[in-house]
Every structure is written in C-alpha cells, then in structure tokens.
C-alpha cells in the first residue's frame, strides 16, 4: 500500500505561504484538488502531492516517506508567517469508479479516478500501476527522485506547473527549462520483448540510453537520454522500444 500523510496547513497566510514555494496556482484549491511539487532553488525535485481547501485550511495530501523532510522544508521556509503545519487525523481513500460526493477528481488525468479525505483507514488500495504505465503518470518515490526536473517527469501535461503564477523556488530553472531548451531526457512509456526488472538500465548499441522503471506486462515507462533512444534497446534480456 502507498501511505500517504495528510498535513494541514493553517493560519491567515497559508494561502500566500504556499504560493510562493510550490509549482502550481493554489488559488485552484476552492474548486477541486490541486495537484503540485516543491522543488530546490537549483530546480530539483523534493516532494509531490495534493492540495484541498478545507475551510480556511489546506489539505496536503503527501507520500508518507516525503511528509516529515517536506513538514522540515516547509519549517525552514515559515520565518514569521502566520501558518501552523500538523498532521490531519485524515485518510486517503481512492477509486476509479463513479465519485463520491466527498471524491475530487484526480487532476493529473481522467482515468486515474478520484480521491477523498476521511477519518476511516480504507480496506484496500486500488492497483493503479497499470493505469500509470498506460497513461505515462510518474510515482513518487519510483520515477520521482530527488534528481527529477519536474519538465522531464511530464508536470506540465499532468496539470501539475503553471508558468504564470508567478515566482516560487525553483521556478527560474523551470521556466528556463521550458523557454529556452529542448528537453534532452525525460519519461517515455517503452513495450517490452522479454523480461526486465524495474530499475534496469537501458542500452542502446551497448550505450546508456535510460532506465527502467514501473513495469505493467509488457508496458513501461522509462527515463530516457532522446537522443539514443532510437530503434530497438535492451534492458537485460528484454528487448525495448518507444512505444
């Protein structure tokens, strides 16, 4: 199961506080779920996750892993803002059929369902790994790392950056990223001959080309140097290609 920790953010700045340090517009969080990042001033990635309004709070929905170095981060940024930060006797609760009343939509794409925020722990926890491969949606922890630019995992189509908010940390390099260079490397979804494991290392012409990471059958998504990915490549003994 994928633990997540919801934090909530309150105090009459908590708005503008995270405004100014995370990759999307928070003024979405009034009308559904706001899927975003806080990165590095050298524009790495540190954590992703889900923001809620609840009230005059915001929810933070995040991978439990993430939640204390991010409630840390946060901290070191808070100076003499008006904002208090504490983990919310909440649970995720997830699913891909119709919504709930209390369901948000998921923002990154249609098909990865919704999410709901309850004091109940949920009995199961949806698979959606074959979902992400399908629709080439990064996992934190997997395709998500702390040497992840946020353009090359895909944030823009996932909904998760907005190149008019604004300055927050990290947005320089971002906005250089997205104005001024061709991307050279990011995620791809790959079909597979054979059998890889995830975290395999990808050749082509027996030169580094990429890695491999969430595998479904014979679909993966793999982060890959463009430039060499081109026609067939192995990982192990499987052959790989874009898919």
């Given at each position: 199961?994928?633990l997540?920790?919801?934090?909530?953010?309150?105090?009459?700045?908590?708005?503008?506080?995270l405004?100014?340090?995370?990759?999307?517009?928070?003024?979405?969080?009034?009308?559904g779920?706001?899927?975003?990042?806080?990165?590095?001033?050298?524009?790495?990635?540190i954590?992703?996750?889900?923001?809620?309004a609840?009230?005059?709070?915001?929810?933070?929905?995040?991978?439990?892993?993430?939640?204390?170095?991010?409630?840390?981060?946060?901290?070191?940024?808070?100076?003499?803002?008006?904002?208090?930060?504490?983990?919310?006797t909440?649970?995720?609760?997830?699913?891909?059929g119709?919504?709930?009343d209390?369901?948000?939509?998921?923002p990154?794409?249609?098909?990865?369902?919704?999410?709901?925020?309850?004091?109940?722990?949920?009995?199961?926890?949806?698979?959606?790994?074959?979902?992400?491969?399908?629709?080439?949606?990064?996992?934190?922890?997997?395709?998500?790392?702390?040497?992840?630019?946020?353009?090359?995992?895909?944030?823009?189509?996932?909904?998760?950056?907005?190149?008019?908010?604004?300055?927050?940390?990290?947005?320089?390099?971002?906005?250089?990223?997205?104005?001024?260079?061709?991307?050279?490397?990011?995620l791809?979804?790959v079909?597979?001959d054979?059998?890889?494991?995830?975290?395999?290392?990808i050749?082509?012409?027996g030169k580094?080309?990429?890695?491999?990471?969430?595998?479904?059958?014979?679909?993966?998504?793999?982060?890959?140097?463009?430039?060499?990915?081109?026609?067939?490549?192995?990982?192990?003994?499987?052959?790989?290609?874009?898919?």
């Amino acid at each position: 199961m994928n633990l997540r920790r919801i934090l909530r953010i309150s105090g009459s700045d908590a708005r503008d506080f995270l405004q100014g340090l995370v990759t999307n517009d928070v003024g979405g969080v009034d009308t559904g779920l706001v899927y975003a990042a806080m990165l590095t001033p050298q524009g790495k990635y540190i954590a992703d996750f889900f923001l809620l309004a609840d009230s005059e709070d915001i929810l933070l929905d995040v991978d439990d892993t993430l939640a204390d170095s991010l409630i840390q981060r946060l901290s070191m940024y808070k100076l003499r803002a008006d904002i208090t930060i504490a983990t919310a006797t909440l649970h995720v609760h997830r699913g891909t059929g119709p919504a709930p009343d209390d369901g948000h939509a998921d923002p990154r794409h249609k098909e990865l369902g919704w999410r709901a925020y309850r004091a109940t722990i949920p009995e199961d926890e949806p698979d959606l790994t074959a979902l992400r491969v399908a629709h080439l949606i990064p996992e934190t922890g997997i395709e998500l790392t702390p040497d992840t630019f946020i353009l090359e995992a895909g944030f823009e189509r996932l909904n998760g950056v907005d190149f008019k908010k604004g300055c927050y940390v990290g947005q320089e390099v971002t906005a250089r990223m997205k104005h001024k260079t061709e991307l050279r490397k990011g995620l791809a979804r790959v079909s597979l001959d054979g059998t890889a494991e995830p975290g395999a290392p990808i050749t082509a012409d027996g030169k580094p080309a990429g890695t491999l990471h969430s595998v479904a059958g014979n679909q993966a998504i793999a982060y890959l140097r463009f430039d060499r990915a081109k026609g067939e490549m192995m990982a192990g003994d499987a052959k790989v290609s874009r898919a």
